[in-house]
């Protein structure tokens, strides 16, 4: 329970730290939000209108400080503000277009692939030197070490608009309205995600199975299996409770990392495939310097790191027995 | 034995309560996007118009047409537009607001009257009629009969009126109208005119009106706070009123059932899918699923026209404002015409359109003005600018003449011993542009000047060339319905002296000429069109012989189109408007055009 309590301490700080770098950050960046919005007009708006912008998203010249304690003052009432690039949408609006499409996508992904990349490393290094064991782990590194965009662009251009198995873009078909109910509805989500899945899957796999298999490799070598074995006790168990338990253990923490990072992690992907989620929007608000999106968006991406984080170190506890103290 | 998988398991836990989190979030989505569409009944967001052949789950109806595209169940026909990049829609049709779905400017509202770049002609809109007084300080709009607004409420010249003051009185909207409420003094109704008093006469401020997005004063007089309205279920004149659906990745619009124009339009909507890139929406254009399209295709002929010669065409016209190369003129020696000028000989415009730009433009001549000004442009001015024709031995003995001598290393050197050596600065992921800046750096190095491609981010790079902080940087220009814009943004003595540091909308370079600011208030005095090209005439040959800033090759307003199932799009043939999306509000015109085949 200490340990809890002081790792709950720890993340109040981290959370502190994280939304002042959040806020001043953004405003380091040269440039100024009215003017970034001429990127899209490229000489269409007069200078007259660059001043009517600036009046109208409330840039406020006041010193930072003080801009600062208003920023804690409103986000401690939950409030994020108005979005300057998508003015005059509130920040949570925003971000709630894309929230859903970014979560089911990306933690699909990252789950699925956890998942299947420890398991095949469990398997690969119980069976030592076997086909699995000799094939996948420099089959599933080489393609995990192709620049991600480059193995999505390639999917996307072969599988979805040369042989036209997979459709091109969105999250379901333009057809359907979102109904969560519907058969259909659900089916055309699934074919839709297939495929950018399928990447963010193949792209970060190699690396879960490499980390599981090696831990896993040490670990049978230890003399509480072979303690196991001489208990005769069955393979299975050996194979899960005694060695895959304890080697799980740096890539749980791993996990929590790459569950906090689904947020901004599919950024790629979801611009490849038009997938419409918050990837774009990120990318999006640090271009055109729309401070309170990106302090909403990296406010998000924080508290997910840190609460997954804090999840790994619950799981933590409960897996490895040496925690608790 | 209690627990095989503990790990695993919950893992497994963490999950499903994942998923039962997505499913909360995403019911709680479609609710609050569509609650406030109060007039789109909510049987249509259901009814599947069919798209998109290639996706294995559309429903059989959707499936069975080979179509991909626009033809709903009930037989309705949708133009698909690709137009704005996003990867989800944020419903906002505030045409007082810039982050506004494009129709907003181009088919829910309209304006006076249009500014036809493609024609150069102006087209009576909601008014039929304008006239200056005498001495230039009163315009009067005589308003069109017969017009309603979508809900049925007959439109008038008090609208009109409403509408002006509005934007005079509250400084945050903005709009065409904007640039024109510094001279105006008062806009009143009177039965079917409105008129607009000016307390300092600027005739040019008649098109900067014309232009404004009228709304209607029994909506907008209800509104608390016009800046912040995202005007979701828009009430307007325009051709295409009704939201029909609105959601994260697509959404259509259906006709105005009280449009004026009789007849028309003559489609039943626009749709717009969320394209997050330029490459996601040229891959749909050439997949056949866009029917309109203002992107730029690289290589067209090739990627584009050859999938499908029937059905594909393109329409690039170059009749956009010119790509600017910038010369800071506060800094020595870009003080000093004549080096400008050699610069300008220093590189071949020939060469940069066929490289970056696939030559579907040619080069600027000296007066900076594109084909769509042909009316404007002063043939002596354009006879005199024999700087813009690539010519290294001239451009050599102009610097040698301006005291720039050769350093050992080939490099020249300024008087005071600093070489010469300059950033041209660029805004990165623009291709053409980056491209253009690379075949000048390299070019100048022929005339002793070691130039360096330097890119920045947009932001970076638009808050360094509008402080004037830059030796040299390529840039954009005014693009308006009279040249006097684009000239006065490289050439008003009003902008020139801001000192370096502080921001500048226009005229990054800094230069100043009180002879132009002279021509420019005779300009804006007068409202005879014989008088303001003689006015023209003139100011093009100072910019002529000052080269105050070097243009390289207009910008191309870029448009493709699929005739498969729609028709009379514009073309090289049939010039009417443009395609581009980037000529608001000439895309009404278009809308209303378009015909179903």
Not at chain 2, 141 to 165: C, H
């Amino acid at each position: 329970m200490r340990f809890l309590l002081r790792r709950l301490g720890f993340y109040a700080v981290a959370a502190w730290v994280s939304l002042t770098v959040n806020f001043y950050l953004p405003r380091l960046m040269p440039g100024d939000p009215a003017s970034a919005i001429f990127a899209r007009f490229q000489g269409r708006l007069r200078p007259e209108e660059i001043d009517s912008l600036r009046k109208a998203y409330g840039l406020s010249d006041a010193p930072l400080l003080e801009q600062y304690f208003t920023y804690l003052r409103s986000l401690s009432r939950g409030e994020f503000g108005i979005s300057i690039n998508f003015f005059p949408a509130q920040v949570t609006d925003v971000i709630s277009t894309g929230f859903t499409w970014t979560l089911l996508l990306a933690g699909l992904a990252t789950v699925i692939s956890f998942f299947l990349g420890n398991v095949l490393g469990i398997i690969g290094a119980w069976r030592r030197n076997g086909i699995l064991d000799s094939v996948a782990p420099p089959l599933l590194t080489f393609i995990g070490a192709f620049p991600y965009f480059f193995l999505a662009m390639i999917a996307l251009y072969f599988l979805a608009f040369q042989a036209g198995w997979f459709p091109l873009r969105h999250a379901y078909s333009d057809a359907l309205s979102v109904d969560w109910g519907s058969l259909t509805f659900i089916k055309s989500v699934i074919s839709h995600m297939l495929l950018p899945a399928t990447c963010i899957v193949l792209a970060s796999i190699g690396g879960w199975m490499l980390g599981m298999r090696n831990t896993m490799v040490g670990i049978l070598s230890e003399d509480y299996i072979t303690m196991a074995q001489a208990k005769g006790l069955s393979q299975q168990r050996i194979m899960f409770s005694y060695a895959a338990r304890n080697a799980l253990l740096p890539n749980v923490t791993s996990f929590g990392m790459a569950l906090g990072f689904v947020l901004s992690g599919s950024l790629l992907t979801e611009i490849i495939f038009a997938y419409p989620g918050l990837g774009y929007l990120l990318l999006q608000a640090v271009r055109n310097l729309d401070y309170p999106l990106m302090q909403g968006l990296f406010l998000m991406i924080t508290f997910a790191v840190l609460g997954a984080n804090l999840l790994v170190d619950i799981l933590y506890v409960w897996l490895d027995p040496r925690t608790r103290r | 034995m209690k627990l095989r998988f503990p790990a695993l398991m919950l893992l497994v836990i963490i999950f499903t309560s994942m998923l039962a989190a997505c499913g909360d979030a995403s019911t709680l989505t479609p609710q609050a996007t569509q609650a406030p569409s109060t007039t789109a009944p909510a049987a249509t967001a259901t009814e599947a118009p069919a798209t998109g052949s290639t996706d294995p789950t559309a429903e059989p109806t959707a499936a069975a047409t080979t179509d991909t595209g626009s033809t709903s169940s009930d037989g309705k026909v949708f133009l698909t537009v690709s137009d704005q990049q996003q990867s989800t829609w944020v419903r906002n049709f505030n045409p007082f607001a810039s982050d506004n779905r494009w129709p907003t400017a181009a088919g829910i509202y309209e304006p006076m009257f249009i500014y036809n770049i493609a024609t150069g002609k102006i087209e009576p809109w909601l008014a039929t009629e304008w006239a200056w007084n005498s001495d230039n300080t009163e315009l009067t709009f005589t308003i069109r009969d017969g017009v309603k607004w979508s809900d049925g409420e007959p439109f008038s010249s008090k609208d009109v009126a409403y509408t002006l003051n509005l934007m005079k009185e509250n400084e945050k909207l903005q709009g065409n109208g904007r640039a024109a409420m510094r001279f105006v003094d008062s806009v009143a109704a009177d039965g079917n005119k409105v008129v607009v008093k000016f307390s300092e006469v600027s005739t040019i401020a008649l098109y900067d009106i014309g232009h404004q997005m009228i709304v209607p004063e029994h909506i907008w007089s209800k509104i608390a706070d016009p800046v912040t309205f995202t005007n979701e279920t828009p009430i307007a004149t325009g051709p295409f009123t009704e939201i029909i659906r609105f959601q994260d990745q697509i959404w259509e619009l259906g006709k105005n059932p009280n449009y004026w124009q009789a007849g028309k339009p003559y489609i039943d909507g626009i749709r717009q899918p969320a394209y997050p890139s330029n490459d996601a929406a040229n891959l749909a254009t050439i997949n056949g699923e866009n029917d309109l399209a203002s992107n730029f295709i690289p290589d067209v002929e090739n990627t584009y026209v050859a999938k499908d010669p029937e059905n594909n065409h393109y329409w690039f016209p170059p009749v956009n404002a010119p790509v600017m190369l910038l010369l800071n003129t506060t800094k020595a020696p870009f003080d000093d015409p004549n080096v400008r000028k050699a610069i300008s000989m220093g590189f071949d415009r020939q060469q940069i359109t066929e490289i970056a730009t696939y030559s579907y433009n040619g080069p600027s001549d000296a007066t900076g003005l594109p084909e769509s000004f042909a009316d404007w442009k002063n043939p002596e001015a354009v006879a005199a600018g024999d700087w813009v024709n690539f010519d290294v031995e001239k451009a050599n003995a102009m610097l040698d003449a301006a005291g720039l001598t050769r350093g050992a290393d080939g490099i020249r050197v300024l008087p005071d011993g600093t070489p010469m050596a300059y950033d041209i600065n660029v805004v990165s992921g623009w291709t053409d542009w980056v491209t253009t800046d690379q075949i000048i750096a390299e070019s100048l190095k022929e005339i002793g000047i070691n130039a360096t491609t330097r890119t920045y981010d947009f932001s970076a790079w638009f808050d360094k060339v509008q402080k004037g902080e830059f030796d040299m940087s390529i840039g954009w220009s005014n693009n308006a319905p009279t040249p006097l814009q684009f000239y006065r943004g490289l050439m008003s003595g009003e902008t020139a002296d801001t000192p370096i540091g502080e921001a500048n909308g226009d005229n990054w370079h800094r230069y100043g000429n009180p002879k132009v600011d002279e021509l420019y208030s005779q300009f804006v005095k007068t409202s005879d069109p014989a008088e303001q090209k003689k006015i023209m005439n003139e100011i093009q040959m100072i910019f002529v012989q000052e080269a105050p800033a070097i243009p390289i090759m207009p910008n191309i307003y870029w448009g493709e189109y699929n005739t498969k199932r729609f028709t009379n799009f514009p073309n090289e043939e049939n010039p009417y408007v443009l395609l581009s999306s980037f000529a608001q509000p000439d895309r009404l015109i278009l809308l209303t055009n378009i015909k179903p085949k």
